[in-house]
């Protein structure tokens, strides 16, 4: 069985450690705080100018003045600070936040990484994804592994790039690869989703990787408690 | 020298002409000089260029001067949530430079500072990076960005004193402390407009030298873009729809 989007998150949150900092992009990463496992602590850092915030408010308390980087209601806890935004970004791009995970549409076996534009089509903006996967310490992404059919971990990405070898971990739903983005190593796979065939993951990645020798298969533990 | 002025209309007075540069404090709907935006749509001036994260949403923010047609071109991080965008930039009635947010933010507080370009890595080897000045510090490629000075800013603060002192609420502040620094002239309106004295100096985040023009805004509304909310019996739990 491939990996549901909670348990990728679940996955994700195994890369936390205690004292980190931490930014989550939109999408399956921001379920990544639900899956904080017991025993560690960390700060979570929204680009809009807050360090350390907790979970949306109780209906009726929201705050206009308070909300996260996706625009969202969001509480303080007693950890939390303001700051403005080149605070924020001196944070993110002085190399203070040891992690970020964030969706991609496209990466390479280089560590390239495309998630902001798709030419021809509306483009959006690229936010503050340029600034986190440039400056933040170690990036991982977590997205599908094939967007319908069409291969997501490629040899090189088609759309433009929001980095240039930048990525450190990919997480799909079929499992993980580590990317050896300033040495020479390339892609390795290193974990595979309960049930899912290594012939399955070659067949649905374009990248070329290596495969651990001590590969693991399992599924990650969902905590009950946050499980949906 | 008084810098109160009575109302928005007023607090713009004489500084407002077509083809000008204004910066916008706010990111999404949070921290935005609406009422300060609203008389600028008042006063017709067109052809401008609008420094602000985001544009607004349909009809709020920024949105308003998107109905109306009065901007040219908006250089932000992200416009996403505004169909009024879409439509203007797809009929090449409107131009767009995105910049990194990051990047935005430390132009402005360049341009603030006197700084006229700096070197980052955010952006190098993409197409942001494109016709940049490339240098390379410690075996890292950067690129080279301008500082970014307006003919106007318009901030949204908390609280400020009739000598222009701000203090702002949560994340409310984002991109209004620079764009203050970074203005020809900034004009600042506040929530509460209090009497030198009755803030604390340890607490102020805008010194007054960078405000020339203060208005009082009692009655602001403000927007909420995402409502989420928990119910009280149930645990913490995020969510997020993917974009």
Redesign the interface.
């Known amino acids: 069985m491939a990996w549901t989007r909670e348990q990728m998150a679940a996955r994700a949150a195994q890369e936390l450690r205690d004292g980190f900092y931490v930014n989550l992009g939109i999408g399956i990463p921001t379920l990544v705080s639900n899956y904080i496992p017991d025993g560690i602590s960390v700060q979570l850092q929204s680009e809009n100018g807050m360090l350390g915030f907790g979970p949306f408010p109780y209906e009726g308390e929201e705050d206009p003045d308070l909300i996260n980087a996706g625009k969202q209601t969001v509480t303080e806890i007693p950890t939390t600070s303001y700051f403005s935004s080149a605070d924020s970004f001196a944070m993110i791009r002085g190399g203070h936040i040891d992690l970020s995970i964030l969706g991609a549409m496209q990466v390479a076996e280089n560590g390239d990484l495309a998630n902001w534009t798709i030419p021809g089509k509306m483009v959006k903006g690229m936010g503050g994804a340029m600034d986190l996967v440039a400056g933040v310490k170690k990036v991982v992404v977590v997205m599908e592994h094939i967007a319908k059919t069409e291969p997501k971990l490629l040899r090189r990405c088609t759309l433009p790039l929001t980095g240039a070898r930048v990525v450190d971990m990919v997480i799909t739903d079929l499992g993980v690869f580590t990317i050896d983005k300033r040495g020479r190593s390339g892609m390795t796979l290193i974990e595979v989703a309960a049930d899912v065939t290594l012939d399955e993951i070659r067949s649905k990645t374009q990248a070329s990787y290596k495969i651990a020798q001590n590969l693991a298969q399992a599924a990650p533990v969902i905590p009950t408690a946050a499980a949906e | 020298m008084k810098k109160v002025y009575p109302d928005a209309s007023a607090a713009l007075a004489g500084l407002l002409r077509d083809g000008m540069m204004i910066m916008a404090g706010g990111?999404?709907?949070?921290?935005i000089p609406e009422t300060l935006i609203k008389a600028i749509r008042d006063s017709g001036v067109r052809d401008l260029t609008i420094i602000s994260?985001n544009a607004g949403i349909d009809g709020i923010g920024l949105g308003m001067l998107l109905d109306s047609k009065q901007i040219k071109k908006m250089i932000?991080?992200?416009?996403?949530?505004n169909k009024t965008f879409?439509q203007q930039?797809?009929a090449g009635e409107l131009e767009?430079e995105?910049n990194?947010?990051?990047?935005?933010?430390?132009r402005?507080?360049a341009g603030g500072a006197g700084i006229p370009a700096f070197f980052?890595?955010?952006?190098?080897?993409?197409?942001?990076g494109e016709g940049k000045e490339e240098r390379e510090f410690d075996g890292q490629g950067y690129i080279m960005e301008r500082g970014l000075v307006a003919d106007l800013s318009i901030v949204h603060a908390?609280m400020g004193d009739s000598e222009g002192n701000l203090v702002?609420?949560?994340?409310?502040?984002?991109?209004?402390?620079?764009m203050a620094t970074a203005g020809k002239v900034t004009v600042a309106e506040v929530e509460h407009l209090v009497t030198p004295g009755d803030l604390n100096p340890d607490h102020i985040?805008t010194p007054g030298i960078f405000v020339q023009r203060i208005v009082h805004v009692a009655a602001a509304v403000?927007?909420?873009?995402?409502?989420?909310?928990?119910?009280?019996t149930e645990?913490?739990?995020?969510?997020?729809?993917?974009?």
């Open positions: 990111f999404g709907l949070c921290g994260n932000s991080s992200y416009v996403g949530e879409a930039y797809l767009i995105f990194p947010q990051g990047t935005l933010a430390e402005i507080r980052t890595r955010t952006g190098a080897g993409t197409l942001i908390w702002y609420r949560k994340t409310a502040r984002n991109f209004n402390p620079m985040v403000k927007h909420i873009e995402q409502r989420t909310t928990r119910k009280r645990a913490p739990a995020g969510t997020g729809e993917e974009i």
